[in-house]
């Protein structure tokens, strides 16, 4: 079965500094994958999408993710974080059997003054 | 224009009451979703319609009703919910492609629902 793994449950950076938000995935082969973001009581937004036309996606915000099939990752990263990227984070898949989106279990981003 | 509209922002509601969650989009998107959030965790899939036809009950109580009636909205009727009900209510779309709904889901801002 799919699954989607994010490392780590929380992330605090400070201002201006690079984020790195890591996602790993299971498949037997390239997926469909997604990074949402999800601001205090709102719904999700989608930063980005992956769908095997470039391996380095870019995203609304100044956000990217790379896709790596070796490693089997799906990090996101940005190079200065701001004060209102604070929010939660879902990597997300595309079930190929499905069509249902897997979840991860979200990343909270804390952002310090 | 990317936008998934949701009514009411805010619903509380008594265990005996009947009530509806309303969800619209002008994307021309053919397949719509409604979703279920707990604190601190990610969504839940409730239901998916298919050019307004329900293709997938995720076994969902009978409490809630869902309801496709044009192409445009989606609604989810409530009756006799429970305490534990209480959770933010996600409304997605999508297009459908070569008969299958499975492109980018777009959500809306969500309705927050407390049952008491």
């Known amino acids: 079965a799919q699954s989607v793994t994010q490392l780590d ?5 400070s201002e201006g500094t690079p984020v790195l938000l890591r996602c790993n995935y299971s498949s037997s082969y390239s997926p469909s994958l997604f990074w949402y973001v999800q601001h205090p009581n709102k719904g999700l937004q989608l930063l980005l ?9 870019k995203g609304i915000n100044g956000f990217e993710a790379e896709f790596k099939k070796s490693e089997t990752s799906f990090h996101l990263t940005k190079p200065s974080a ?10 997300v898949a595309r079930s190929s059997n499905t069509g249902k989106l897997i979840f991860g279990q979200g990343t909270t981003l804390q952002v310090k003054p | 224009d990317t ?23 002008h994307m021309g998107h053919r397949a719509m979703y409604w979703y279920k959030q707990k604190a601190k965790k990610p969504p839940e899939l ?16 009978s409490r809630f009703s869902p309801e496709c009636p044009n192409s445009s909205l989606l609604n989810l009727h409530l009756h006799a ?17 070569q008969g299958r709904w499975t492109d980018t889901q777009y959500f809306g801002p969500g309705t927050r629902l407390t049952v008491l």
């Open chain 2, 81 to 97: 919910l429970q305490p534990e009900d209480s959770a933010l209510y996600l409304c997605a779309s999508s297009q459908v492609s």
């Open chain 1, 49 to 57: 999408k992956y769908t095997s036309a470039a391996t380095l996606v």
């Open chain 1, 82 to 91: 701001h004060m209102s990227d604070a929010a939660e984070y879902f990597c």
């Open chain 2, 3 to 25: 936008e998934v509209t949701q009514t009411p922002k805010h619903l509380v509601m008594g265990m005996t009451n009947k009530k509806s969650l309303k969800c619209e989009q």
């Open chain 2, 46 to 61: 409730m239901f998916v319609y298919s050019y307004e036809k329900l293709s997938i009950n995720e076994s969902v109580p």
């Open chain 1, 9 to 13: 449950s929380h992330v605090s950076v």
